[in-house]
């Protein structure tokens, strides 16, 4: 079984429209981390946030937010008033307290259209 | 401050050929580890490194060898190139952080292509 799953595999919105990504986790840890990256057009991986599996207060880092809900195992982000510069693909990614590396989704291609 | 440096960025190989795909990193990590991307499959673990003379394998190991000789070092080696192994790779190192890997810095990558 997949333990990051990204049902969304491409969206496209118009400028200035509000998008969620959406990403659902599995794991039986109590610890454990939760990453969103965006690889742009150029190929890179960029961090974009951490959040561990104690904290689920939701962030907010400009027009970026991440939700986390223990209780739907999701950690869901949302662009708000999107640009062209947001289109990337966007990936979740978990890492666990007993394991070695990360698990990535399949990614969510992003278009904005301008 | 280079971070992760991956070499060579591009490279087309024939079938049966061998290579050494490079990725150095200057944060003192102790954690490095190779993964590919393909197309609507995200990036997929090779192997890894917890730290210098450790390596283990990841989900999709088959073809590639690794070594670390040094922290700094994680050397990707296919050793008789397959068209299956056309694929993006991307080097990857972070810091553990009390168990889990805490967050990785990765390599600008190296599109590999067999022909």
């Known amino acids: 079984a997949q333990k990051v799953t990204q049902a969304q595999t491409e969206i496209s919105v118009v400028e200035k429209e509000d998008v969620t990504l959406d990403c659902v986790y599995e794991?039986?840890?109590?610890?454990?981390?939760l990453f969103w990256y965006k690889q742009p057009p150029s190929g890179e991986l960029v961090f974009l946030i951490r959040?561990?599996?104690?904290?689920?207060q939701n962030e907010i880092s400009g027009r970026y937010s991440w939700n986390f809900q223990k209780s739907t195992s999701s950690f869901n982000f949302t662009i708000t008033a999107s640009q062209v510069v947001d289109s990337a693909v966007y990936f979740c990614?978990?890492?666990?307290?007993?394991?070695?590396?990360?698990?990535f989704g399949t990614g969510t291609s992003l278009t904005v259209i301008p | 401050n280079a971070g992760v440096t991956q070499t060579p960025k591009f490279q087309v190989l024939k079938t049966g050929q061998s290579m050494t795909l490079q990725c150095a990193q200057d944060?003192?990590?102790?954690?490095m580890s190779w993964y590919r991307q393909d197309p609507g499959m995200g990036l997929r673990l090779i192997h890894y490194?917890?730290?210098?003379?450790?390596?283990d394998q990841g989900e999709v190991p088959n073809g590639y060898n690794v070594s670390r000789s040094t922290t700094e070092d994680f050397p990707l080696r296919l050793l008789s190139a397959a068209p299956s192994q056309t694929s993006v790779y991307f080097c990857?190192?972070?810091?553990?952080?009390?168990?889990?890997?805490?967050?990785?810095?990765f390599g600008s990558g190296t599109r590999l292509t067999v022909v």
């Open positions: 990857a190192s972070s810091y553990f952080l009390r168990g889990p890997v805490y967050g990785y810095t």
């Open positions: 794991t039986r840890d109590t610890t454990y981390y």
């Open positions: 959040r561990n599996s104690f904290d689920e």
């Open positions: 990614a978990l890492s666990e307290a007993n394991g070695n590396q990360f698990y």
């Open positions: 944060m003192n990590h102790e954690y």
């Open positions: 490194s917890v730290g210098a003379g450790i390596t």
